[in-house]
């Protein structure tokens, strides 16, 4: 799953006032150093309209349930890994310029996919609950201070930092988990989550550029995008 619009820029952006979700494939999640082709029809990438998004992602170690309140705190016991990640977002809906994003429509939006194009994977850093691993708890408490740094063609376009994202990824976590268990669906082990952009600006690529994005310890995610 991915999460979308978990920021005030990304709210604003498409003119939305809550997250709202949509699905990830493995067809278009990529290991880092990725050549990412927007021929690729499986992808669906729109020439023109490639937003990158540096974000933070999770993998679930257990299923949760449906009818349970999550919280922060609570969420955090299901995740058995986090990676740091790079979403290519882009629509299914014609995109001349930036400001037509703002007019589609959240039920437009949710119909696209949640303007998911492809999904970039850094290296899986993984932890046990079960074996009391006090480093790995601590590095999930920390996620809202982790900060990150955009680059393209190695000219630096954007910082981030993880409180951009609903105040900390545990929280927009938790709202998943509980916007969908108000359904009746659940969160399965295995799942990989995305938490939401956490950079406060658009950045578009086309064919040609690199993009790196550093994570600092968390280390970094790097690919290409080709014709």
Known sequence: KKIAATSVMAQKSVSVDEPFHGNLFSHSTFASGAMISISDTTLGL???FLLIE????VRMNENTEPGVVYTPEKIKRFIGS??????????????????????LGAYSLISDNACHGALVLGNELVGDYAESDNDFES???????QTCTLKVNDTKLADGVGEKVLGHPLNALSWLANAMGKR???LRKGDI??????????????AGDAVSV?????????????E
């Not at 540096?54 to 992602?57: D, G, I, K, L, S």
């Not at 590095?139 to 201070?145: P, R, V």
């Not at 550093?214 to 080709?226: A, P, Q, S």
Request: charged share 20%.
């Open 139 to 145: 590095l999930l408490d920390s996620l809202s201070e």
């Open 214 to 226: 550093c994570y600092g310890n968390m280390g970094e995610v790097t690919f290409n995008v080709v």
């Open 46 to 48: 729109q020439e023109g």
């Open 54 to 57: 540096p974000e933070f992602a």
């Open 82 to 103: 986090i990676m740091p990640s790079v979403e290519i977002a882009t629509s299914g809906f014609a995109m001349p310029e930036l400001e037509a994003f703002k007019t």
């Open 184 to 186: 009746g669906e659940i």
């Open 193 to 206: 989550i995305t938490t939401g952009v956490c950079v406060d600006k658009l950045v578009l690529v086309k």
